[in-house]
């Protein structure tokens, strides 16, 4: 796990051995940072439209698969709203990767792979995210 503040924003780090994938969570950022954060880190050409709360943008690069968390905002002391955003995106990572793992969700069998993998991803972003907290 790591986490670094450049450029004016957080971006935070972890891999997933299981399902072998990068979660990312960088904020606060706009479209702009989203871009430059992706195309300078992921060398991968990235345009979207529009404003945003909170998204999920899912790269191959190669081998490598990477599902990046992005938050327009997220405050030192966040509200039901700031957790419930990135619960949302964490569903979208979570989909990403059991869906790639050939895991749709349909039953209840998937349905707690789903919960367990959301729950793992959330819990180690809001580690990521608490930048009182020492990384080990």
Same mark, same amino acid.
């Given at each position: +796990?790591? &986490?670094?503040?450049?450029?004016?924003?957080w971006a935070a780090h972890f891999y997933d051995e299981v399902y072998r994938v990068n979660?990312?969570?960088?904020w606060p950022v706009n479209l702009s940072k989203v871009k430059h954060y992706v195309e300078k880190n992921h060398n991968t050409p990235y345009n979207d439209e529009g404003e945003f709360g909170a998204k999920c943008v899912r790269l191959l690069n190669g081998s490598v698969?990477? #599902?990046?968390?992005?938050?327009s905002s997220w405050p030192r002391?966040?509200?039901p709203t700031d957790y419930s955003f990135l619960a949302h995106e964490?569903?979208?990572?979570? %989909?990403h990767v059991l869906q790639r793992a050939g895991m749709p969700l349909? #039953?209840?069998?998937s349905s707690e792979?789903?919960?367990?993998?959301?729950? %793992?991803?959330?819990?180690?972003?809001?580690?990521? +995210?608490?930048? &009182? &907290?020492?990384?080990?």
């Open positions: +796990m790591t &986490r670094i503040f450049k450029y004016g924003h979660i990312e969570v960088i698969y990477t #599902n990046i968390i992005c938050l002391k966040p509200d964490c569903f979208h990572a979570t %989909s349909e #039953n209840f069998v792979a789903y919960a367990f993998l959301l729950e %793992s991803f959330m819990r180690r972003c809001l580690v990521l +995210m608490d930048t &009182r &907290r020492k990384l080990k």
